[in-house]
């Protein structure tokens, strides 16, 4: 549930759970989308709320942020939705990072 964080006349911010903020992000994808997804990431994994996995996070993502239909995605949304976990991921936890490797995707097709 959406804490409000600042309401001012005109101008409302809200404060959304770690699954929602990453969720949102990932559907654009653009600008400063993976900065913040992998900042996210980084931090929700010290606080041991956020996997580190692609398998693992797609499935915390899905269960959490259910609402957003994953299920009725297409293969090629999901290939998407895929790619974009993968290169938040590798941002976050560079390969080979803190003895924990994180899988790189070799798909030069865009994210």
């Known amino acids: ?3 409000t964080i600042f309401d001012e006349r005109g101008l409302a911010l809200v404060a959304v759970p ?6 949102l992000k990932l559907v654009r994808y653009a600008k400063e989308d993976p900065t913040d997804c992998a900042a996210v990431l ?8 956020i996997h580190r996995t692609l398998a693992g996070l797609e499935q915390w993502i899905m ?8 299920t009725g995605y297409q ?6 939705l895929r790619r974009r976990l993968q290169d938040a991921l590798n941002r976050a936890f560079p390969p080979g990072s803190h003895g924990m490797p994180v899988a790189q ?5 865009p994210l």
């Open 1 to 3: 549930m959406p804490q």
């Open 18 to 23: 770690w699954p929602w903020a990453i969720a």
């Open 42 to 49: 980084r931090l929700g994994f010290a606080q041991g709320d």
């Open 63 to 70: 269960e959490r942020c259910w609402p957003m239909d994953y």
């Open 75 to 80: 293969p090629p949304q999901m290939q998407q």
């Open 105 to 109: 995707t070799t798909s030069r097709t």
